[in-house]
């Protein structure tokens, strides 16, 4: 039986350093001096795609996407 993980993607050209996706700062840390964020890690529990859903609609500058994946 397959497992489903969420995948996390950042696109870090489209990031502005805006920083609400760090409430999931397991996943998310900022660069301080880029201003952009970076992912800690990549895949997180299916049981937290509805709080990424929500991280992907908040970001303003729409650098944050998922997927999930089945492994």
């Known amino acids: 039986m397959a497992t489903e993980r ?3 993607i950042l696109d870090t ?3 502005q350093g805006y920083g609400l996706c760090l409430g999931a700062d397991d996943v998310f840390e900022l660069d301080a001096a880029a201003n ?3 992912l800690k890690q ?4 299916i049981a937290r795609k509805g709080e990424f859903e929500q991280l992907v609609r908040d970001c303003p500058a729409a650098a944050i996407s998922l997927r999930v994946v089945q492994e």
Do not use: G, P, W
């Open 6 to 8: 969420v995948e996390v």
């Open 42 to 45: 990549r895949f997180v529990d």
């Open 36 to 38: 952009i964020a970076h």
């Open 13 to 15: 050209q489209k990031c």
